[in-house]
């Protein structure tokens, strides 16, 4: 039987506006077994990062369950949460924002460290921040080095090594190399690889690009506005897309190579606004396909083959 190490069951979010209400999340569920991992994929302002940081109480959900090894996360009080915290860990976007500048990389990673309290001596200390450094491929070297001496993948290795320091059990990345050269995010999307074969780590991995997405995920979960609109094995994803918005955002992927033959989808049509949305199916004003009963109610994920969850009205037909 699968080991699910998280069960999110329908988490929702929502913010108070001048306007009426955001739903920045809507109604999102999803199990991760351990040791895999888990995309989400999305335009930017589809409630994916906010997924992640409600899962971690970074910001606190407006309402559903969030299972972590038996245990709903929202249930704890701050101090049991507290002591939740090194089992979950998240990894930045902007590794340079996220790091102090006046901080080595000694210091950044130490903080982790010493939050385990295994390590007390500062020989003990340094030792494992030098183990860490070794993990997440930095040279010794630049152990008094700080931030802005570093290129952004470097940064982004202190950004892992940190997350690492606690010995955390589930990670989420969130768009952990969008702000990287295209061959440094290869580099860092390697070495999450292989801390996960490693260490037996759970990943959830936040991006707006699919194809970065594809490279880690065993299962993608398409986000459109808050809600899940796909969710599927991702060789499944990519091989038998339903959903009219993940075709288009399969078809946005550049393939290198001079003669390809791939004919883009365009959205056309206006975003509909988050706030208090109608029933109705949030991306019929740009769909190609839509019709007069995708205004008639939001439609619900239902499985179509063994794994593969769509949110349509007419797909399949
Ligand atoms: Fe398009 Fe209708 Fe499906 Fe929405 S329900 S994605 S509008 S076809």
Redesign the pocket.
Known sequence: MADHILEVNHLKKYFKTNRGMLHAVDDITFRLERGKTLGIVGESGCGKSTTGRCILRLIEPTDGEVIFEGEDLLKLGKRQMRARCSDLQIIFQDPFSSLNPRNTVMETIAEGVRVQKKYRTPAEIEKRVLELMETVGLAERLINSYPHELDGGRRQRIGIARALAVEPKLIICDEPVSALDVSIQAQILNLLKELQRKLGLTYIFISHDLSVVNHISDEIMVMYLGQTVEKAPSAELFANPI???TKALLSAIPIPKVDANKERIHLKGEVTSPIDPEDE?R??KR?L???EK?QKGC?KLKEVSPGHFVA????PE
């Open positions: 959903h009219p918005y199916c991306f019929a769909c396909y839509a019709c995708c439609p349509c009205h007419c797909f």
